[in-house]
């Protein structure tokens, strides 16, 4: 519920654990709703997230969602973007760039680059960041639980996102000083001008993603990282903080290496997305504050009910004695896991009291 959510961000810890899922597993929705996630997907959504205990939504449908594509079908569209079967909503990804030269890359005047031109990937983002829109889907979720929109291109997303890999290496490696002021100073700019509305919102947590790190550790030496993107958090964070809030920092990748640097940055929390970022790690330095994570997908994919039973238990019983844990399964609930391995987990979740034990519709 949304209360836990609140109780929970404010230090409190409330009678049912909170949780996080990007849910889009149809299966799973109709058999917590009781719905038809295609036909009728703004209530089955709702439904199912109240019935399965995730209270930190990311996504809120509100009209019936398009027909995906085929389990193993790729589609590249027109805007330069591919689109692929995730589940109830597809999965999108950026495969054409504007800037096919450093040159090309060094004239561009990045004071008009906007986060509304980005095409950034996920249902979450098919949305504008604006502000009715985010307080619409705040409005509608409220029943089941918080809805937040998290910024996406934090500051090194910008290059990803904006860029494609190998121009922002490229540029950012050969020539990070005039790399910096070139770039990283106007998306900056960008990015205080999101944050500062996300700050202005009726919610206690703002979230920012960056995905800093790849799977193994981070792109650059870490001292890049500390001289043009932890200065400029420390500067961002400021802002939730004056209108009170609290800020979560979420990213994907192997993030060990970064953990101490970013509690110092003064973030209030971390969602970290993989399991290459070591849980033990994350309970050592961000122990006392708000921390979501710990659930490894691989193994909902694989597992059987048991294993998925003990790997439950065993984060529960090392992470879930933190009043400021929530559960979260790292990468999302998508269409190409078993249903019956995440009837495993959220049975395990029950056990855990993060979950309601009649959650499947009419108790079944």
Not at 77 to 83: F, I, L, P, Q, T
Not at 159 to 181: N, T, Y
Not at 212 to 218: D, E, L, M, S
Request: a negative charge; glycine letters at 8%; aromatic letters at 12%.
């Amino acid at each position: 519920m949304r209360q836990d959510v609140i109780d929970w961000a404010a230090g409190r810890r409330p009678p049912k654990r909170p949780s996080k899922e990007t849910l889009n597993h149809p299966g799973l929705i109709e058999l917590a709703s009781g719905l038809d996630p295609f036909r009728e997907t703004a209530a089955a959504f709702l439904r199912a997230y109240a019935a399965l205990g995730i209270d930190l939504i990311n996504i809120v449908p509100e009209s019936p969602a398009p027909v995906p594509l085929e389990p193993g079908a790729v589609r590249f569209r027109d805007d330069g973007v591919s689109e692929a079967y995730l589940g109830v909503f597809n999965t999108t990804a950026r495969v054409s760039f504007p800037f096919t030269s450093l040159d090309a890359f060094w004239a561009f005047d990045f004071r008009d680059f906007a986060y509304a031109d980005l095409k950034l990937p996920g249902a979450q983002y098919t949305m504008p960041c604006e502000p009715a829109a985010i307080e619409r889907k705040q409005a509608l979720a409220a029943p089941a639980g918080l809805y937040y929109y998290q910024l996406y291109t934090t500051l090194f997303m910008w290059g990803v996102e904006g860029l494609g890999w190998e121009i922002f290496l490229l540029a950012a490696g050969m020539e990070p000083e005039r790399f910096d002021q070139h770039f990283l100073e106007p998306v900056f700019a960008a990015s205080k001008r999101l944050v500062t509305m996300l700050s202005m919102l009726d919610t206690p947590l703002v979230f920012v993603h960056d995905d800093i790190a790849a799977g193994t550790g981070p792109m650059f030496h870490p001292d890049w990282y500390r001289q043009y993107i932890f200065p400029r958090y420390e500067e961002l964070w400021r802002i939730p903080h004056e209108h009170g809030k609290r800020l979560v920092f979420v990213a994907d990748g192997k993030l060990d290496w970064a953990l101490p640097a970013l509690r110092e940055t003064g973030i209030d929390g971390i969602m970290f997305e993989t399991p290459a970022t070591d849980l033990d790690a994350v309970l050592d330095v961000f122990g006392d504050r708000l921390f979501i994570g710990g659930i490894d997908t691989a193994v909902l994919r694989v597992g059987g009910p048991d294993a998925i039973r003990r790997h439950v238990d065993d984060v529960a019983a090392r992470a879930g004695k933190f009043d400021g844990y929530a559960m979260c399964s790292a990468g999302g609930l998508n269409g190409d896991l078993p249903l019956a391995h995440l009837e495993a987990y959220f049975d395990a979740r029950v056990e855990a009291g993060f979950t309601a034990p009649d959650w499947r519709h009419n108790g079944a």
